[in-house]
């Protein structure tokens, strides 16, 4: 079976296709305009993905030697995301569709991000339950995978999400966006003990995260030490990114403990970063516990994650009907995929 996925959520136009579970190819269009302004510019966003929907899907079809009749179906994201952006994916793949008579599926993009884990691994059903930490530029999530479209919360962020306030402090810190990866390499020298930032207590209840409390004292940290604080802007990074992980880190550990459960996947832009990658490997060793990450690449926005997840549901005899609409505020465990 040979599937078409398209993910126009954000500020990444993608187009892959996966045949029977396997990846054959997957083409980004990474929007880099947008670093000009700071962060993501919607009416930006969306007249990018009309631009180059049409080049990144022929691109994926190319690289992966395939004709639009050999498409057995079309997966798109319909949300969660930018209204204007999603719209432009949803109605390009209604109209191939169409055009084409073959089924057609929503994925809900979280939910694309989870199934990234199993690009290059096999999802068999002795891989459930997992625990899953969804951390990108608008969730900070913990669910208890039992299956697919099987998704129970443990515990959300209270306020901003994880990429968030990488890409706030970078933005107080005058790194450039995305935050992640400019906080991680600003980093790469500094001393992580040097500033002591706030983090969660580890004997406080739930499983729920805050990330704007770290976010004010950052802020106050640069006030005080006005120009200054370039001249240690490695440390400050370094100790405002550990902050971060840590935080991650201790309710995930704690949800580890509360359920049993001890296999453990991450997905989301988050995920790239090896500050976590490297906490979780030592934690993993430590503590028996069985961990996955994507690869890189698959980590932020992709359309490879919404064609296997295409995949997954129309395997299991899913589509949807073409009167779908966008949903720009769809959770992951309300109509996961339609
Ligand atoms: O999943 P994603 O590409 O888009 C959303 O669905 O939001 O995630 C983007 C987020 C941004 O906040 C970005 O700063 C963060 O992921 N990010 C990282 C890294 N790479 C991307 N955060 C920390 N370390 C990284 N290496
Ligand atoms: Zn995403």
Redesign the pocket.
Known sequence: MIVLGIETS?DDTGAAIVDSGKLRSNVVYDQQIHQTYGGVVPEIAARMHEQKIIPVVTGALQQAGCALGDLDGIAVTYGPGLAGALVVGLNFAKGLAQSLQAPFIGIN?MEG?LWANFLERPLTPDQFPFICLLV???HTHLWLVAGPGEYTLLGRTLDDAA??A??KGARLLGLGY????AI?HAAVDGDALKFAFPRPKAESEGLDYSFSGLKTALFYQIKRMDANFKDDLADLAASYQQAIIDSLMSRLVKAVEVTGIDRVCIA???S??NLLRQSLDNWSHEAAVSISYPAIEYC??NAAMIALAGYVRLAAGQSAALGLDIYPSLRMDENAAI
């Open positions: 954000c993009h991000h990108s530029g608008g990429g968030e990488f890409d995305p935050g992640g990866p991680q989301g832009g988050v790239a970063n932020t926005d």
